[in-house]
């Protein structure tokens, strides 16, 4: 970092001098740091004690903000400016551009969130769903947007449209499933399946025959049968799946009585054969096991 730049910057807040000029010296040392805190801190003190145009200051932070995407401090100071301005509505093409860039950004997401739930706006709300689902249907491995889309149905609130919430739980269940069905070994699908079964207190027994097929090798018969609650396998699937196993373990030990030895053979297929990067774990998970 240039060395007399900094020496300028802490001569200045000894001053506590707030003008102009501050503002160049700070962008050149937030170039040339984009973490500096400090930096940032006094930045916004000065803008605020200037009263700057604070749209100028945005578009500045949309060139920042893509050249830092993972600074936490960019997004930061974009939330204190927004707070300001309270302009939510054009963030959200910003926000979309920025995850064309790096589409897992956990920074650009969690600003995402926090401009959704801060501003709480129905307007900003109405095209979520549909932005998420564009989000996956580029990758349906995008974690950030299974996180996301959790978030967007289960934990703000009932948007407009969503009163009913049966028919909406009836609906993601059908979206993950297919999902599912066309990648059966993408964690976030199954991190998302079991998240709105844990969330809804949906017992996972419900599910035993939508899992099954997944914890076997494929039968090519078996793919011919049209099953629409229950979508099989995509031709071509590696099965059996692993989240699947661990998915069927899973009822059988909550059943428990006579389907813990089940439980617990899936464990040890889990543990010698199909996942045992994670040997030690499902040996635990045997050790554990409640007793018959």
Known sequence: MNIHATDYFRGIVKTGEMSPRVLDLTEHIIRLNPAHYSAWQYRYKTLMTLKSPL??????MDELAVKYLKTYQVWHHRRLILTETRKPAPELD?????????AKNYHTWSYRQWLLAYFDDDALWSGELDFVEKMLKD?????????????????CGVRKGDEDRDAVLKRELAFVKDNISLAPNNASAWNYFRGVLDHTHTPYSMFQRFVQPYTVESDPDDLEIVDLENPAPSKGSQLPCV????????IYEMEGGNDIPKAIELWKSLAN???????KYWEFRIKDAPQT
């Open 55 to 60: 749209d100028l200051e945005l578009r500045l």
């Open 94 to 102: 910003f926000i979309a551009k920025s995850l064309m860039v790096d």
């Open 139 to 155: 990758d349906l491995r995008n974690n950030s947007a299974w996180h996301h889309r959790f978030f967007v149905v289960f934990q």
């Open 243 to 250: 989240a699947a196993i661990e998915f069927l373990a899973d």
């Open 273 to 279: 054969e199909h996942d045992t990067i994670r040997k």
